[in-house]
């Protein structure tokens, strides 16, 4: 058994919550955990991870552990860092105690990109994907402000209301109105394509692909979940279009 076997637990269930919070697939997250363990001797460990928990135990004669998930976001530097911190303990190049030293630097120093680059990111890909989509030139200025606006609004009111699926609908709201009044000014031409390339920094793409790759490998739990969690949000998106040109 491990020298220190609250501290090893406690490590391995950072690791797995920070991964799940950044967005890593279930099947991921179990397997940093399962290495970190077996690297501390900890051969009978087993972990079952969802999106919304985490229930580990290191020995089956010891309690076992459970953790919430409370929130979720998409930051792949996040996981590299936590992976790395893993791989390194697997080796052997560091101990526990400075592994999680690590994580807890991790989870208390990183910092995502500023706000003001992260709309500016949504506006630029909403003018891309409207080129993608096969859109008039003149129609990307509207694409760039309302995607940027939509992702800003989606965002903001996310932080302060804690209802994802409430802000992505007031956000689809503003996306089509912005979008609406563009074509009315003459200031765009198509209104779907303006839409379409407006709400996609919205879409749930890496949500879909995770929920489909855990369905597929058995984790129907997780899948399952994922795959709702998508669907809401696409039913979000969708109402908030339907509104405002269904008026």
């Known amino acids: 058994m491990a020298a220190d076997y609250e501290l090893v637990v406690e490590s391995c269930l950072l690791a797995g919550r920070l991964m799940m919070e950044s967005g890593a697939e279930t099947y991921r997250a ?101 080129l993608l989509y096969g859109g008039n030139l003149m129609d990307v200025p509207p694409a760039l402000i309302a995607g940027g606006i939509g992702y800003a609004i989606a965002d903001r009111l996310e932080v302060r209301t804690r209802v994802k ?40 793409g890496l949500l879909i692909t995770n929920a489909v790759r855990d369905l597929m490998a058995g984790h129907f739990v997780s899948g399952l979940s994922k795959g709702a969690e998508a669907f809401l949000t696409a039913f979000a998106i969708g109402a908030g279009v339907a509104l405002i040109l269904s008026l």
Not at 61 to 74: E, F, G, Q, S
Request: proline share 4%; hydrophobic share 50%.
């Open 30 to 130: 179990e397997d940093t955990m399962d290495r970190m363990a077996v690297s501390q001797k900890l051969t009978q460990s087993q972990s079952f991870v969802t999106p919304t928990g985490i229930i580990f135990s290191g020995n089956k004669n010891l309690p076992t552990r459970l953790v919430r998930i409370n929130a979720r976001t998409t930051d792949l530097g996040k996981i590299t860092l936590v992976n790395n911190v893993s791989r390194k303990l697997a080796l052997g190049d560091i101990t526990i105690e400075e592994a999680f030293s690590e994580l807890k630097k991790i989870e208390k120093d990183h910092k995502t990109f500023p706000f003001w680059i992260q709309v500016a990111a949504a506006a630029i890909a909403s003018g891309a994907f409207l």
């Open 165 to 204: 699926f409430f802000a992505e609908f007031i956000a689809a709201v503003f996306v089509t109105i912005i979008a609406t009044l563009s074509v009315a000014s003459g200031f765009g031409v198509e209104i779907d394509k303006i839409i379409i390339g407006s709400v996609m920094p919205l879409v749930p």
